[in-house]
């Protein structure tokens, strides 16, 4: 039996989960945990979201989106388990030990960090620990894989040497986990071409209603090669985008119609618009039924956290007696 767990920040300003985080975190991990052979933990990153979102109702709102999304892909919480990272303290008491175990420049050095420190007006504390707190999701759990995008990869090697130098000095304590990436995802473009992402504020939110979406879609950056003139899918981010979802014969035509000219961003935008409405119906039902049942969303979390914490405790309870705490 191996153990994958992964977690999604509730980051966004208006409870966004965006096609990066399904391409590259939700996909893969529910089908992932449809392996009887896995048992999933599943969680809401929402101590995480701390580093930028202030807002407590926004991060409440947020928490319900998140989770709605993992629930409309088809995530199965009796199986599983899907909790609230806010919901299961330990995690705050581990992330302190392991504070002390982080090396100073190897948290300075960090992509993640020195990424948002140059983006973001408030650069905290938070911020810079990032990495310790998530290294401790993963090992609070003896998580076996952690399927992420391919920008999370640096903060599992974080993991893993955190975890290897405590092992080393204390003997086995903690399960090293191994990241799981999908290369073909690698990382979905933004809407201007950098990776999309909550703090660049350049992401499709599939589950918007079908207006505002099509708004965002229309928004996409493209060049000014005018309609007549034949245009370079390999450099369009619409055409980026509909390759990820779209089927050989879809992505074939699209290209074709980029070729051959008489063909404007505006008609792939509106291509890519039907496609992900077409693509996505199911789940996009299911989110606005879920979203309008929020107790249904608790009752779940509220099962998820007693759960997470039977398996918290005894790894923690390990790590205290290996650090004199006991
Ligand atoms: P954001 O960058 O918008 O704050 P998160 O950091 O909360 O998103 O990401 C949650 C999960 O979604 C992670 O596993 C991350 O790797 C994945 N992910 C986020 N953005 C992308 C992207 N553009 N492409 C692929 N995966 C992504
Ligand atoms: N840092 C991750 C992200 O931004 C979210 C996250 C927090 C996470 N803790 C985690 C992912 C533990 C995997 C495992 O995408």
Known sequence: MARILTGIQSSGMHGEVHLGNILGAIIP?????????????????DLHSLTTVKDAAIRKQNVYAVAAAWLAFGFNTDKNTFYRQSDVTEV??????????APYPMLANAHSFKDKSDNLSDVNAGLFNYPVLMACDILLYDANFVPVGKDQKQHLEITRDIASSFNHQYG?????????????????PGTDGRKMSKTYNNYINIFL??????????????????????KNPDSC??????????SEDQIAEMRANYEGGNYGYGHAKQALFELILDKFKVQREKYWELMENKELIDEKLAMGAEKARKIARPVLKRVREKLGYN
Not at 29 to 45: C, T
Not at 92 to 101: A, H, I, M, P
Not at 172 to 188: K, S
Request: hydrophobic content about 40%.
């Open 29 to 45: 991990g529910v089908e992932l945990s449809h392996d009887p052979k896995n048992e999933a933990l599943f969680f809401i990153a």
């Open 92 to 101: 705050c008491e581990l992330t302190w030990y392991l504070d002390c175990f």
């Open 209 to 230: 209603q079908d207006k505002q979406l099509r708004k965002v879609i229309m928004g996409i950056e493209t060049d000014s090669t005018p309609l007549e003139e034949p």
């Open 172 to 188: 086995e304590t903690f399960v090293l986990p191994e990241p799981h990436i999908d290369e073909r995802v690698m990382v979905v």
């Open 237 to 246: 981010n619409v055409f980026a985008l509909y390759s990820l979802l779209g």
